[in-house]
């Protein structure tokens, strides 16, 4: 059993900055695909950015694509969300998840079970 905590969250103005973490533990954590996720209010959730187990390849959400970067640190067990440029519109609890396979085809529906999230709120 995986258990995945994510941090970093907070209240930051628009054009601001946050770093979000995922720390993962209880299996390994090297040989997965991570992702990141987020749930505005009254919104579904809807997929961010994914990571492969390397690390070597990337994949953005369109709307954070050139403000947003994911990273990961294997030695660490931790993946990481660089965000820049925050606009309104990102305000939402953000989550992390992982499974193995290819992350151009990572969706909300791939994973049974999520953590608690971190809030990200951008104010205007």
């Known amino acids: 059993q995986v258990q995945l905590v994510e941090s970093g969250g907070g209240l930051v103005q628009a054009g601001g900055s946050l770093r979000l973490s995922c720390a993962a533990s209880?299996?390994?954590?090297?040989?997965?695909?991570m992702g990141w996720f987020r749930q505005a209010p009254g919104k579904e959730r809807e997929f961010v950015a994914a990571i492969s187990w390397t690390g070597g390849s990337t994949y953005y959400a369109d709307s954070v694509k050139g403000r947003f970067t994911i990273s990961r640190d294997n030695a660490k067990n931790t993946v990481y969300l660089q965000m820049n440029s925050l606009k309104p519109e990102d305000t939402a609890v953000y989550y992390c998840n992982s499974r193995p396979g290819p992350i151009w085809t990572m969706s909300k529906s791939d994973f049974p079970s999520w953590g608690q999230g971190t809030q990200v709120t951008v104010s205007s």
């Open positions: 209880g299996r390994t954590f090297s040989s997965y695909s």
